[in-house]
């Protein structure tokens, strides 16, 4: 059985340690601990809403320049154009 860490780890804060897809999920001195699958898939619903809600962000830092060419058109353009561009980005994926 294959089980969802990542989730696990978040509903079980300071509680579970360890978890092996064969055996469980254990505490700090190698307690098994039980898993309540309704906390698990709360805790995995809660993570998936948060990096649905940064969506934006990744979508921007993937169309803005790099520094480097930001500076650069700066320098040659100027601040006004160079908001120009940065303000396009952000209104083509605003936040939510």
Known sequence: ???DHEAIY???KGIVVS???G???FDKDGNSVTLDNNKVVA???SIDDAFAATKYQRD???EYPTWQDQ???IYHSGVDAWKA???AIKDKYPKP
Do not use: E, F, N, P
Request: charge should be positive; hydrophobic fraction near 40%.
């Open 71 to 73: 500076l650069d058109k």
């Open 10 to 12: 978040s509903a079980y």
């Open 19 to 21: 978890v092996d897809d």
């Open 1 to 3: 059985m294959a089980y």
């Open 60 to 62: 921007r830092a993937a």
């Open 85 to 87: 561009d940065i303000k």
């Open 23 to 25: 055996k469980g999920a």
């Open 43 to 45: 805790a995995r619903k």
